[in-house]
């Protein structure tokens, strides 16, 4: 005969796990935790999106399928954007003080 400790949990003894409210990444703004930043030039884009479909973290903003802005709230600087940018048109920069 089993002991207590030698007898398996089943999942109804299980404690309850944890449901976190939606969207409460919103909530962290990881923009600081960049080192370098992308700048866009709005002179060389061809409003392609591919950066937008690459961000990890959906920091770029777009409107009416063109580019709007990078928001930085959110943008980690991870270069993605600028590596995947077919027109050049996403340089990192450091990022300033
Ligand atoms: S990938 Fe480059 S060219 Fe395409 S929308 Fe982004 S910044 Fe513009
Ligand atoms: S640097 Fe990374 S996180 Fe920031 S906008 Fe570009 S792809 Fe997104």
């Given at each position: 005969m089993k002991t207590a400790e030698e007898k398996k949990s089943t999942w109804k003894e299980l404690p309850e796990g944890d449901v976190l409210e939606g969207a409460?990444?919103?909530?962290?703004?990881?923009?600081?935790?960049?080192?370098i930043r992308p700048v866009h030039h709005p002179e060389k884009?061809?409003?392609?999106l591919l950066c937008w479909i690459a961000c990890p973290d959906s920091a770029i903003k777009v409107k009416d399928g063109r580019f709007q802005t990078i928001?930085?709230?959110?943008?980690?600087?991870?270069g993605i954007c600028s590596h995947e940018c077919p027109k050049k048109a996403i340089e990192m920069v450091p990022e300033k003080k």
């Open positions: 409460s990444s919103l909530q962290f703004k990881t923009g600081n935790w960049r080192s884009c061809i409003h392609c928001d930085y709230d959110y943008c980690k600087g991870c």
